[in-house]
């Protein structure tokens, strides 16, 4: 319980640093190019974390599902004139939870390799539907929308520090309901279907409920995680913002930061996000203009394929568990020197 309480604590802390600290300084290229697109990712890994890591369901089609959230909150925005901007974002991740459920209903029968394929089908679909439906894109021709004005209440929405703001308000939020999702009932549920679905069954749990649920809550947060990619980050909504690859990306990350783990979820989005940034800066540095973004795209490809091998092998709790386990020696190494001290 005791540690349950710091967990919380350090939580809130590094919460109110975020909130009330970094908004002064003076760096809008800290704002828009790093911290408002970490926070996407992270929500839309947080989500995907919750249905791979905690309920055990291969999913590759996160961007389509993204996709599905960015262009709802676009065209209710749209075509309901007036509506609240936060109300935009929650219809955006109860439709995208909606499409979820549906393409969500294969986890019934299929399992490993042929659930992600059929995952796999779903971000075809979606980015086929959303290039030929013209409707989708509000009769825009251009493939590129830019989004529209975005106000809460007479607050305008339009510069870095504030979309980097909402963007953390909404994460903070979404983490704090997945960490009690998690911990309770539910949480169990996923984590006995995942571990052995006969043994859960045997006990009580309901296969399909637990699964569908699991899919629903899923993509309601990567659908609001896509509006925010939309909206606050890249401020254009386009299916090409959504492909494949970002699909990848977002499995990438919780690999890297550790599946069952809402802070993997975060410690992967920010290595993620960080890397390319600071290979281009270490190559420019090093190998001068020759060290091009070509360059950087490939050299990134090579070190996430190393690390990705790297924790499968030997840390597949990720980040997240070398971050736990490297506090636990420091405390460990603390107490030993308090005792020796003491007995000395």
Not at 313 to 335: K, N, Y
Request: with cysteine.
């Amino acid at each position: 319980m005791a540690r349950f309480n710091k967990l919380h604590a350090a939580a809130a802390a590094l919460f109110l640093l975020m909130a009330l600290v970094v908004p002064f300084i003076p760096s809008d290229y800290l704002f828009d190019a790093i911290l408002t697109p970490m926070l996407a990712i992270s929500l839309a890994a947080l989500g995907l974390n919750l249905l791979a890591g905690y309920a055990g369901q291969v999913s590759l089609g996160s961007a389509a599902f993204m996709a599905v959230g960015a262009f709802t909150a676009y065209n209710c925005l749209l075509r309901v004139p007036g509506l609240p901007l936060l109300v935009d974002l929650g219809l955006a991740g109860l439709v995208t939870a909606a499409v979820g459920v549906f393409f969500g209903l294969p986890s019934l029968r299929l399992q490993g390799f042929y659930l992600a394929v059929s995952t796999l089908a779903a971000q075809f679909f979606v980015q086929w539907a959303l290039t030929n439906f013209a409707w989708f894109s509000g009769g825009d021709t251009s493939g590129v929308i830019t989004t529209p004005p975005l106000f809460i209440g007479p607050m305008a929405i339009d510069s870095p520090v504030r979309r980097y703001l909402l963007s953390l308000l909404i994460v903070a939020a979404l983490t704090a309901l997945a960490v009690r999702l998690v911990s309770g009932r539910a949480g169990r549920e996923f984590l006995a279907v995942r571990d052995h679905e006969l043994a859960a069954r045997v006990l009580g749990v309901k296969i399909l409920r637990t699964k569908l649920f699991a899919c629903a809550v899923s993509s309601f947060y990567i659908g609001v995680a896509g509006a925010l990619w939309a909206f606050l980050y890249l401020r254009t909504v386009e299916p090409a913002g959504f492909d494949l690859d970002r699909s990848f990306e977002i499995l990438f990350v919780i690999i890297i930061g550790g599946l069952a783990s809402i802070r993997g979820a975060f410690l992967g989005a920010a290595f993620i996000v960080v890397l390319p940034l600071l290979l281009s800066r270490a190559g420019a540095a090093v190998f001068g203009s020759t060290f091009d973004s070509g360059l950087v795209d490939i050299v990134e490809k090579i070190i996430l394929g190393v690390l990705i091998i790297f924790f499968l092998r030997v840390e597949p709790a990720g980040l997240s568990a070398l971050v736990a386990r490297i506090r636990w020696q420091h405390i460990t190494r603390s107490r030993t020197v308090e005792t020796s001290g003491s007995l000395t």
